[in-house]
């Protein structure tokens, strides 16, 4: 069983909305934090939305008032809604959870693509 699961990317069109879902295992126990990575081909990979387990978020600049994290609990699944997609949204999009107590240990899932069309 995969410890993070992305699904809901796919080829859309500018100025359009996606949400990606991340299913977590339960497994992943004392998780601290949440977030959303991505990256574009032949760029580093980048963060994208934090969602700490005090229910703060925090966004990078780019995608601000545009983007929005957020978890069911009762699912174990947390989301990234994504209004306005821009062609340079196009990523492949990665789910991490930071889980651990003395020690903390980062969780990947597998990515799933979004692109964008002009």
């Known amino acids: 069983q995969e410890d993070l699961v992305e699904s809901g990317g796919g080829l859309v069109q500018a100025g359009e909305s996606l949400t990606l879902s991340c299913a977590v295992s339960?497994?992943?126990?004392?998780?601290?934090?949440m977030a959303w990575y991505r990256q574009a081909p032949g760029k580093l990979r980048d963060v994208v939305a934090t969602?700490?387990?005090?229910?703060?978020?925090d966004y990078t600049d780019s995608v601000k008032a545009r983007f929005t994290i957020s978890r069911d609990n009762a699912k174990n699944t947390v989301y990234l809604q994504m209004n306005s997609l821009r062609p340079e949204d196009t990523a492949v999009y990665y789910c991490?959870?930071?889980?651990?107590?003395?020690?903390?240990?980062?969780?990947w899932g597998q990515g799933t693509q979004v692109t964008v069309s002009s």
């Open positions: 969602l700490s387990s005090d229910g703060s978020t």
């Open positions: 339960k497994s992943i126990t004392n998780i601290k934090r």
């Open positions: 991490n959870a930071r889980a651990g107590t003395i020690r903390q240990y980062n969780y």
